[in-house]
């Protein structure tokens, strides 16, 4: 079993930063590969951002690519996604997931509680 809680959400300007992090428990944590998810109202989950268990590859869908950047730390049993340049398109909730580096989340098998994200313009 893997248990995953995010925090660092909240409300920031449009063009701001926030970092997530999403701290993680459960022996095998590291053996996972884990993902950062975003779900807007009304619309269906989508992939944000993904990274190996080893940290040598990440994916990035287009709409993020280039302002957020996915990475983690083995040793704290935590990831981040640090976002810069945040637009108003951005504002969701935020799920971090474990098990897969998939943009799909039905490949995911743990997921957090998710952090809200809200941008103003």
């Known amino acids: 079993q893997v248990q995953l809680v995010e925090s660092g959400g909240g409300l920031v300007q449009a063009g701001g930063s926030l970092r997530l992090t999403c701290a993680t428990s459960?022996?095998?944590?590291?053996?996972?590969?884990m993902g950062w998810f975003r779900q807007a109202p009304g619309k269906e989950r989508e992939f944000v951002a993904a990274?190996?268990?080893?940290?040598?590859?990440?994916y990035y869908a287009n709409s993020v690519k280039g302002r957020f950047t996915i990475s983690r730390d083995n040793a704290k049993n935590t990831v981040y996604l640090q976002m810069n340049s945040l637009k108003p398109e951005d504002t969701a909730d935020y799920y971090c997931?474990?098990?897969?580096?998939?943009?799909?989340?039905?490949?995911?098998?743990?997921w957090g509680q998710g952090t809200q994200v809200t941008v103003s313009s």
């Open positions: 990274i190996s268990w080893t940290g040598g590859s990440t």
């Open positions: 997931a474990a098990g897969s580096s998939s943009s799909s989340p039905y490949e995911y098998e743990y």
């Open positions: 459960g022996r095998t944590y590291t053996t996972y590969a």
